[in-house]
Structures are given as structure tokens and as C-alpha cells.
């Protein structure tokens, strides 16, 4: 199969029961949960998702993990991201990977991303409220997360470039004297048997921010506009004015089209960059009236977004031809490739075009 570019893309584990969710959130609570609650706020608002396809899976099963995989290299995708999440030596959703890593199945080429961040609960109006801190103990815990993770490395799927695995950090700044801390990644990969590593940090901002200064071999951009309570008067009815006037809402919305000019980097930096994409944002499902809505996604401008970043990628190496989606399933942000009743394989429709050498 002939593709334009390596796509990737991210994958929430969320969707499964975790004795921790249970407690916070209530027994049974899932990604699905928020998502199948959710109510359109303004006229023409798009709510809710509800799954085509793979139906509400549950990640337990491996019949779903199948399900996804399948359908991900039917559409011209190169492989999940699955978001991992380290606490300290504290690892938490961790069932999928594990299950992965144990049974060899699905036999889907797939990659880590550590979601380096605390987990609080600012969708439920209490920011202050941290469910789990994200702490960096020092080298000790650095060196437990890499015995994990070379299981992971080690692993037939795992995704290379340059036959070195690929590795994703959500917050590297955040992680005292990084530096010193990918350095001790890479002797441990070397000493392990690898051939190094693929180090990418993920970026928030549009200013450039170089990667090698960090000790990453390439960057990652993810940005989204800021939450300020931007409601078009034309989504404005009498129950929402009501809701915005009260002034306790920072319910943001912005048209897909506009988003497409801000999404990706303006310019092509000097180090090694890969594009995101994203099908769609709305994230009400979860924060209700402190969400972002990207209003009016559709496959086709969706095909203007993709073609995009694919040419931001025309002149990488084929290795590096790299392109991430943001995401296969996150339902209750409202960004997913994954088929849904309204618009079934429409977003997979275009990535088989777009991707796929004819």
C-alpha cells in the first residue's frame, strides 16, 4: 500500500471502567458516559455523537481492539498512538496496552505518547481539585518508566523511524532538567539493544520552539484558540444569552473554516516538524458550557485541512513523512475518525483519498 504519509493517530484508552473513575465520577463511568449525555446548547449545535460502526465499545474486549484496527488500516492509517499515563510509577488506564503487549494482538502497528499531565476535575467548575498529580520523583522514576516502556520498544509493532521506536511527550518543559532525562532514555535504549529512540515533543504554541534544545528529534504542534466565551450572535437564542449573561460560562465557539488557517504552523521551521490534524473539536460533552466547539466540520473541509499537512510533509525524508491525527476516538471532545451516525466514513473516506497513492 502506497501511501503520501506515515499517519498516526492518538487513541484514547478511556473506554473501559477503572476502579478510580468509578469512585470520582461514579460506578460504570467511561469516555461513553459523557459523550451519550450530551445536548446541543445553541441552534444548529451538533450534539450528540453517537457511534456507527464499533458501536460503545468497551476496550476490555479484544473483538474492539480488533474492530479499531481493522478499520484504521482499512482507511490508509499507519498506526495508534495510545496516550500512557505514568504518575510517579503510578501507571492508570493502562488495561488496553497491557492486554496489547501480553496477547500480541492486534497485529496493528502502534506507539506511546506519555500524557505527561495531572489529572483535576476544571470541566466540573472545581479547578482546584487535583485527582491525580502529575509528580516527577527523579532519575529513579525515570529509570522504572523506561523498564516499562523498553517492553513496549521491544514489541514487534512498535512504530520505528530509522528503526528507532517513536516516543511522544505531551508536556516536555514540564519535566525537570529533561534534557538529562532523554539523554539517560537514549543510553538505555543503546545499552538495551535498540537503535536509539525517536524522541517528539508536542507544542502548544505557534512561536517556534526548537526540540533539540530539549533533547527531541522533532516536534509535534497541537494548538487550540483560547476559551474567552466567543459565541457568534447568529448561535445567540434567548436561553443561551441567558446562560452567557450570567457570566459564570466560558462556552467558546468558532466555525471549523476559520480554525483551518490556525490550526497548522504558518512556516516551516528548521528542525524536524510534524503536522496534527484534527477532524473536529467539541469538547461540551465534558465541560458543557466551558467548552470549545468547532462548529460546522465536514469531511470535505476536513480534505482541505488534510491536504494542508500533507504538503508539510512533501519534502521529509520517507521515514519522517510523519503526519498525526488528532484522533481516532475522542468521542467526548468531539474529535474522532471513528464512524458516527451522521456522517459514517466520511472523515475515513477522505484519509483513504488523501493518503493513498493512486
Not at 476496550?59 to 490508509?76: F, H, K, S
Not at 459565541?231 to 483551518?260: C, N, W
Not at 475518525?337 to 484519509?351: C, I, K, N, T
Request: glycine share 6%; with cysteine.
Amino acid at each position: 500500500m502506497d501511501k503520501k504519509a506515515r499517519a498516526i493517530a492518538f487513541h484514547l484508552p478511556q473506554f473501559h471502567p477503572i476502579p478510580e473513575n468509578d469512585e470520582w465520577w461514579g460506578k460504570g463511568f467511561t469516555e461513553w458516559t459523557n459523550t451519550a449525555k450530551a445536548k446541543p446548547l445553541y441552534r444548529g449545535h451538533y450534539q450528540p455523537h453517537v457511534p456507527a460502526d464499533l458501536g460503545f465499545y468497551d476496550l476490555r474486549l479484544p473483538e474492539a481492539r480488533a474492530a479499531q484496527a481493522e478499520l484504521a488500516q482499512q482507511y490508509g492509517i499507519e498506526g495508534f498512538c495510545y496516550y500512557h499515563y505514568w504518575f510517579g510509577g503510578r501507571r492508570m488506564l493502562e488495561r488496553p496496552v497491557n492486554d496489547i503487549l501480553a496477547l500480541g494482538e492486534p497485529d496493528f502497528p502502534f506507539c506511546l505518547c506519555w500524557a505527561n499531565h495531572s489529572w483535576n476535575s476544571i470541566w466540573q467548575g472545581t479547578p482546584d481539585r487535583i485527582l491525580v498529580e502529575q509528580v516527577y520523583p527523579g532519575m529513579e522514576d525515570h529509570a522504572a518508566h523506561f523498564d516499562f516502556l523498553l517492553k513496549a520498544f521491544s514489541d514487534f509493532r512498535y512504530i520505528t523511524v530509522d528503526g528507532k521506536p517513536l516516543f511522544l511527550v505531551y508536556k516536555p518543559d514540564d519535566i525537570p532538567d529533561v534534557q538529562r532525562v532523554t539523554d539517560y532514555w537514549r543510553e538505555r535504549a543503546q545499552q538495551a539493544g535498540l537503535k536509539g529512540l525517536h524522541l517528539v515533543g508536542i507544542s502548544h504554541f505557534e512561536p517556534e520552539w526548537d526540540p533539540r534544545q530539549r533533547g527531541f528529534d522533532a516536534c509535534m504542534m497541537q494548538k487550540l484558540p483560547p476559551r474567552n466565551g466567543r459565541v457568534p450572535s447568529r448561535f445567540l437564542d434567548a436561553k443561551l444569552k441567558v446562560m452567557v449573561g450570567q457570566g459564570k460560562h466560558q462556552l467558546s465557539i468558532y466555525t471549523y473554516e476559520e480554525m483551518l488557517a490556525f490550526l497548522l504552523r504558518k512556516n516551516r521551521p528548521d528542525f524536524m516538524d510534524y503536522p496534527c490534524v484534527l477532524p473536529n473539536w467539541d469538547n461540551t460533552p465534558r465541560a458543557n458550557m466551558n467548552g470549545l466547539v468547532f462548529h460546522g466540520s465536514t469531511p470535505e473541509l476536513f480534505r482541505r485541512h488534510l491536504k494542508e499537512a500533507l504538503s508539510k510533509v512533501e519534502g521529509h525524508p520517507d521515514e519522517n513523512k510523519i503526519l498525526f491525527i488528532k484522533a481516532w476516538n475522542e468521542w467526548a471532545e468531539g474529535n474522532h475518525m471513528e464512524p458516527d451516525l451522521r456522517f459514517g466514513h466520511g472523515y475515513l473516506e477522505v484519509a483513504r483519498q488523501e493518503f493513498l497513492r493512486e
